[in-house]
């Protein structure tokens, strides 16, 4: 699966995107500032329909928390969906 993201108007999708709603306030307190919170990487990759062996590039690395909460998503979700 690849996911390209375009500036101002994005692709046409299939259906509808859940919106995600983050509380800041309960991040986790081990979180570095400024990273995504957890909740914000599970919308991404549910929106995108990630599976097991997909791969993600996480352009703007910093801490690699988007390759960790990846690697995360999948190998917690495998088998749960249909």
């Known amino acids: 699966?690849?996911?390209v993201l375009f500036g101002s108007?994005?692709?046409?999708?299939?259906g509808e995107v859940p919106p995600v709603?983050?509380?800041t306030?309960?991040?986790?307190r081990q979180q570095a500032t400024m990273h995504k919170p957890a909740q914000f990487w599970r919308w991404v990759f549910e929106t995108l329909d990630v599976?097991?062996?997909d791969q993600f590039t996480d352009v703007y690395?910093?801490?690699?928390?988007?390759?960790?909460?990846?690697e995360?998503?999948?190998l917690?979700?495998?088998g749960q969906r249909p």
């Open 9 to 14: 108007t994005p692709p046409a999708m299939s």
């Open 21 to 23: 709603r983050l509380n």
């Open 51 to 53: 599976r097991q062996g």
């Open 1 to 3: 699966m690849d996911a």
């Open 72 to 74: 995360i998503y999948t």
């Open 61 to 70: 690395p910093g801490a690699s928390g988007g390759r960790q909460a990846f």
């Open 76 to 78: 917690t979700t495998e």
């Open 25 to 28: 306030r309960r991040l986790d």
